[in-house]
């Protein structure tokens, strides 16, 4: 039964992405990946390897453990209900934003130092599916789609203050060592990928009726026959009865 309902692949990704960063973090414990090596290093050529690898990577098992449990249902989401574009949202969200975390400078927000920073973590990935199931809802007014927004910003509102430095709000000794950048940024381009697709895919119905100036001969013909075979429908009606007339026609059109 749900392998009609159930798309394969909104299965086989989201646990193919849950191998490749558990592998990622295993190969990190036997020595692999040390230092800041295939970590996002801001503006240094040789932290441009990060686009493609950080989100495989995690600085301990409670990192890759509060990643993994939205990653998964984001992913799932994604692929079941937009399965023409998840693809390049998916790749498109990934290493956008890690290209414009790259280019973001690491600077402390409170003194404006540089700050020599390695962002590693699939947190970005995980905002770009958030924004980008929320506002494509929105975008395209759809109401099975709206469903996924409400039950992304039920589980999930509170990534929002994911965006802002942890320093606006709490009196730090030293600089965070969660990436507001990659947060920042993954909402950003997740919100611009569901501009750019908001007219692919599924979209509210709009009937041909509902257009202005729409005509029917065959419409028009049903309501003469319906006048001529119901005279006394037209006699001082109730609203309750002129609702039961346009339900019966809208039954007649329909067949």
Known sequence: ????????????????????????????????FQSCFGAIIPLLPEGLLGV?????????????????????????????????IANKVFIIGWLATGLLVWLLPPIDI?????IYTCTIGASGVVYVLAFFLFFS??????????TISLLVVLYYGSLVWGIFPEELFYNLQEPSKISWQAHLSGAVVGSIIAFAFKNVGDR???????????????????????KENHPEDFLELPYKKRDDIWDHLDELRKK
């Open 1 to 32: 039964m749900f392998k009609d309902i159930i798309s394969k692949r909104a299965v086989t990704t989201p646990l193919l992405m849950l191998s490749a960063m558990w592998f990622g973090y295993f190969l990190q414990m036997q020595g692999f």
């Open 52 to 84: 493609i690898t950080s989100p495989l990577l995690h600085g301990n098992i409670d990192h890759i453990i509060s990643n993994s449990i939205p990653v998964a249902i984001l992913l799932f989401l994604l692929y079941q209900f937009y399965p023409l």
């Open 110 to 114: 409170l003194t404006g130092n540089y």
């Open 137 to 146: 809802g929105v975008f395209k007014w759809n109401m099975k789609l709206l």
């Open 204 to 226: 509210k119905k709009k009937y041909i009726w509902e257009f202005p100036n729409y005509y029917s001969e065959k419409d028009d013909k049903l309501w003469q026959e319906y």
